[in-house]
């Protein structure tokens, strides 16, 4: 079945404390992104990648990093972890350069950070 | 930075009656998409309309734009319990990097 895999689906942790949110997509796409989603915010893009290698900042990169070492994979990595980074975050992916093509998005991990 | 803004925030409708939403965006696209959310869950695609076309079906989905006043519309059609959503529209720009969303109407269907 064709999907993007998020784990985990919900984590809480302290502040400071190193986070991996893993994501996975099993369609052979090119295009991968990160965005985060609060109330009234909509959903605010954190980084992308076009293709392995290729990665750079969306609109709220700050306190985020993130690899695209392989296709297939895009982990977000939040290396010191603020309360203000508590939010849901969704994986997408798309077949090239996520102009014109749909977005299918992983299921998201809701974070709490203490 | 937001780009589209979704037009009404909520949205409360008799189960079997038309569902209209409206999205204003501000700058020229390439395409413009319709996504539905259910209760926090992964956005899931609805429709794709490109920026030189004006109308286009799927289902009980309509949706409209309207390049020159930089908006669009969404109609659900004999809407159903199972309609209740959010919904969001997502501007395609010209450069090949990003899709931004609004910030959603809230869908409620009522039995």
């Known amino acids: 079945e064709a999907q993007v895999t998020q784990n985990p689906r919900y984590l809480i942790t302290v502040t400071g404390k190193k986070l991996t949110v893993t994501c996975s997509q099993n369609?052979?796409?090119?295009?991968m992104s990160w965005y985060r989603q609060d109330p009234g915010l909509g959903l605010r893009q954190i980084y992308y990648?076009?293709?392995?290698?290729?990665?750079d900042k969306g609109d709220v990169p700050e306190g985020y990093k993130v690899s695209r070492k392989e296709k297939r994979n895009f982990p977000l990595i939040l290396e010191s972890p603020s309360p203000n980074q508590t939010s849901l975050y969704f994986c997408?992916?798309?077949?090239?350069?996520?102009?014109?093509?749909?977005?299918?998005f992983g299921s998201g991990t809701q974070l709490s950070v203490l | 930075s937001q780009q589209g803004e979704e037009d009404p925030q909520a949205l409360s409708i008799q189960e079997g009656e038309n569902a209209t939403m409206n999205c204003s965006y501000k700058?020229?696209?390439?395409?413009l998409q319709w996504y539905r959310q259910n209760s926090g869950r992964g956005l899931v695609h609805l429709i794709l309309i490109r920026s030189n076309e004006r109308e286009k079906h799927s289902g009980r989905l309509r949706v409209t734009l309207d390049t020159s006043k930089k908006s669009s519309s969404l109609l659900i059609t004999a809407s159903r319990a199972a309609d209740t959503a959010s919904y969001f529209c997502a501007t395609g720009g010209w450069s090949a990097s990003k899709i931004i969303f609004g910030s959603g109407t809230r869908l409620s269907i009522r039995p």
């Open positions: 369609m052979n796409h090119e295009y």
């Open positions: 700058t020229s696209i390439n395409n």
């Open positions: 990648s076009m293709n392995v290698e290729v990665t």
């Open positions: 997408a992916s798309s077949y090239e350069t996520g102009t014109n093509e749909k977005l299918f």
